[in-house]
């Protein structure tokens, strides 16, 4: 139950994205195009002040390849990266550097193929974080015209053993301080095919390690977010149950 996927991400001023769309050329327009022009804070408290691009995917997947395109506006190629590091990170707290490695200056043209890189490849990851190491030139802007990531779709663990459906969960980050991060899938057969169940009447239920219930939240998306930060450091379970499906069991431990 795998999907492949292509994940772009066109950079326009900081922090922001959209699509190029020109066949298969690429833009040579500054609009199209991130450039930093100021350090600040790096999500990752290693990297310091930097020039920085944080991707929240919005679910965590497997990488396989990953297609870069450098700065491409005309005359301007040398505030392109030169060389750079990238992270990645389940929770946008703890960090992996995936690796770290040059990018060719891009040619201003909009023939620009871009250059494809294996760094993130069995990666799996939600937050891809892209620090500027130096540029081609020495002043003090740095750009960066498109990314592309290639991933698999990670679905959470398999629970139960009901042929008429399919109940997918997965928890993390486990150990975990803070919160803990519930992705789920439940699917029901229709007419000889999975269909997304829906989920009202469907709790979470927060355990203690000997089966004590501890706290109950209905559930009201794919995603949820749970506090944890109130509790005594141990191991706990997380249960997802509802009309119609078997329940659901993760453990976790709090640190």
Known sequence: MKNILSIIFILIAVYQSNAQCIGSGHSTHAADMWLSCQTSPNPNPTRGNSHW?????????????????NYNVPGETSQGIKCMTIDYSIDGMNWTQAGRFNLNQAPGTTDYQGVSKNDLMGKTARYILITAI???HDGACTGLSEIKFN????????CGDDPDGSFYLNIYP???????HLDMDVREK???NFAKKNKDNTSIILLN???HELRRMP??????YIDISGLPSGSYLLQVAGEGYQSCTRRFVKG
């Open 151 to 158: 991933v698999t779709q990670q679905l959470a663990l398999h």
């Open 134 to 136: 130096n540029t081609w």
């Open 190 to 192: 229709n007419e000889g």
């Open 209 to 211: 390690s000997t089966g």
């Open 219 to 224: 559930v009201q998306s794919d995603t949820e």
């Open 174 to 180: 486990n150990p975990a301080t803070d919160y803990i």
């Open 53 to 69: 691009i944080l991707y929240d995917l919005g679910y965590t997947y497997t990488f396989t390849n990953t297609i870069l395109w």
